[in-house]
C-alpha cells in the first residue's frame, strides 16, 4: 500500500468507524459464537501472495465482527466501562504513524516530555497532592503504564527494593534471600486479583486483610495483622489500598491505613483503577481522603476517561525510589543529554524497554472534551446508575447490596444464590443486554455497570424493564421450588 491508497482506505476506514460506533446499537451485545469458532472461517496459513484490501476489509464483518462482544454499545454493563472517544482514536492513529519507541528522552524528546506534562495536567485534575507531580523542580511524577496490573507490580517491586537496601545497609551481612524470605505485603479481601498476582511475580508474600461490613479495608484489620507477622519475624513492606473495588466500588479508608503505613516503613500504593477518574469532578474528591500518606497512586484513564486502553496512569512520589529500583544503562542508550540532570528516561519507571508514545491520547482528549467535558461525562454516569438503582429500589422482589457510589449497583433478587445465577444466565442468554456477577462475601450478586459513553436512561430503563421481565419469568417457573 503506497501513500495515495492509504488516502483513500485510510478515509473508508474512518467512515467504517463512525458507522460502526453510530449503528452499534442495531448489533447483538454479546456473540452467538462458540470456542474456536474462527479457525474454520480463514485458511491455515498466511497467503504467499498479497491480497487485496477489498478481500481483508470485506472479512472483517463475516471474520471478526461475529465474534466481538461489543463493549461500547449502550446495553453494555459489565465489567468496568473501558474508554473510547474520537479524540482518542485519532491520536491513536497519530501514535502509529509517528511509531517512535520512547524509551529515553533521545529516543524521542517529545514522546517523553508531553508524558510528563500530561500526567501533571491529569494529576492537577484530580487534585492529586503537589508532590506527586514533576513540574520543574519536583521529586515526584507521573508514567504512563500499559495497565493497573503493571502498575500495583511497579510498586511493589519498588518497595521490595527499597526495603532491601535499607536492611542490607543497616547490616551487611542480610542476604537478599533471607530478606525477601521474610517479606511480607498486604491488601485487603476486596483487592483486585492484580494485587495477589504481584505478590506471586515479585516473590512477596501476600496476605489479605479482612473487610468490614461495608468492604472497606479499615486501620484496625492492619494493625492486627502487622502485630502479628512482626512477632514472627516477618518484615512489612508493601500495603495496597483500594479506592473502588471492583466488586462493589468500595473505599479502603485511607485516614487510617496511610498514617499506620508511614508510621511502619510500608509503602502505600493506591489503586484507583476505575474510581480515580471520579476525582477529576471536586464532589467526588472526599473519596480519596488521606491520599497524600500514599507513596504511590494509580487509574486507568483507559477505564472511564474517555481515552482508549491502553492508558493507566502511575505517579510516585519520590521518582528515585523507582528510578533507583532497577536502572540499567547499556552503552547504546547512553546519550549526550543523559547528564544534564533535566531529562527523564521512562525506560526506568516500566518493566518493558519499549513504550508508545500514549500520551498524545490524553492531550487530544483533555483539549477537545476540556475538564467540564470530562466532569459531564462522569456526573451522567454516576446519574445513570442512581436511575438503575431507584428502579431496582422500586421493585421489592430485589435488593441493593452495596452503596451505590458511583457508576456501579451491584443488586440480587432476595432468595438463594442459585436464583440469582439462573437469573444471570437468562439476562445473558437473552443477549439484550450483558452482565456480569460478583461474589460479596458468600453472596452472589448480579453487578449493573454504566459503560459506554453514548448509553442515555432510556437504554438504562430498557435494560430495567428486561431484567424485571425475566425475574418474573423465573419467579413464575422456580418460585415454588424454594
Ligand atoms: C480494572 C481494575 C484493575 C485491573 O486493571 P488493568 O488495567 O486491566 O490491569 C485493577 N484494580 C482495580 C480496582 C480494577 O477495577
Known sequence: MNAAEFRKRGKHMVDYIADYLEQ?????????????????????????????YEDIINDVERVIMPGVTHWHSPYFFAYFPTGNSYPAMLADMLCGAI???????????????????????????????????????????????????????MALLAARMKVTKRLKSENPRLTEAEILSRMVAYSSDQA???????????????????????????????????QEDKANGLIPVFFCATLGTTASCSFDNLMELGPICNAENIWMHVDAA????????????????????????????????????????????????????????????????????????????????????????????????????????????????NEFLDYVKQDERFEICAQVILGLVCFRLKGSNEWNKTLLQKINNSKKIHLVPCCLGSTFVLRFAICARTVESSHIKFAWKHIEQLATELLSTEGGKQ
Not at 195 to 224: H, T, Y
Open 192 to 226: 483486585h486479583s492484580s494485587v495477589e498476582r504481584a505478590g506471586l511475580i515479585s516473590g512477596v508474600r501476600m496476605k489479605k486483610i479482612p473487610s468490614n461490613g461495608k468492604f472497606e479495608a479499615r486501620g484496625q484489620a492492619l494493625k492486627d495483622a502487622l
Open 24 to 52: 452499534i446499537e442495531t448489533r447483538q451485545v454479546f456473540p452467538d459464537v462458540e470456542p474456536g469458532y474462527l479457525r474454520p472461517l480463514i485458511p491455515d496459513a498466511a497467503p504467499e501472495e498479497g491480497e487485496a
Open 274 to 385: 476505575y474510581a480515580g477518574s471520579a476525582f477529576i469532578c471536586p464532589e467526588f474528591r472526599y473519596l480519596m481522603k488521606g491520599v497524600e500518606f500514599a507513596d504511590s497512586f494509580n487509574f486507568n484513564p483507559h477505564k472511564w476517561l474517555l481515552v482508549n486502553f491502553d492508558c493507566s496512569a502511575f505517579w510516585v512520589k519520590k521518582r528515585s525510589d523507582l528510578i533507583g529500583a532497577f536502572k540499567m544503562d547499556p552503552v547504546y542508550l547512553q546519550y549526550d543529554q543523559q547528564e544534564s540532570g533535566l531529562v527523564t528516561d521512562y525506560r526506568h519507571w516500566q518493566i518493558p524497554l519499549g513504550r508508545r508514545f500514549r500520551s498524545l491520547k490524553l492531550w487530544f482528549v483533555f483539549r477537545m472534551y476540556g475538564v467540564k467535558g470530562l466532569q459531564e461525562h462522569i456526573r451522567k454516569h454516576i446519574r445513570l446508575a
Open 99 to 153: 511509531g517512535c519507541i520512547g524509551f529515553s528522552w533521545a529516543s524521542s524528546p517529545a514522546c517523553t516530555e508531553l508524558e510528563t506534562v500530561m500526567l501533571d495536567w491529569l494529576g492537577k485534575m484530580v487534585g492529586l497532592p503537589e508532590q506527586f507531580l514533576a513540574g520543574c523542580k519536583g521529586e515526584g511524577g507521573g508514567v504512563i503504564q500499559g495497565t493497573a496490573s503493571e502498575a500495583t507490580l
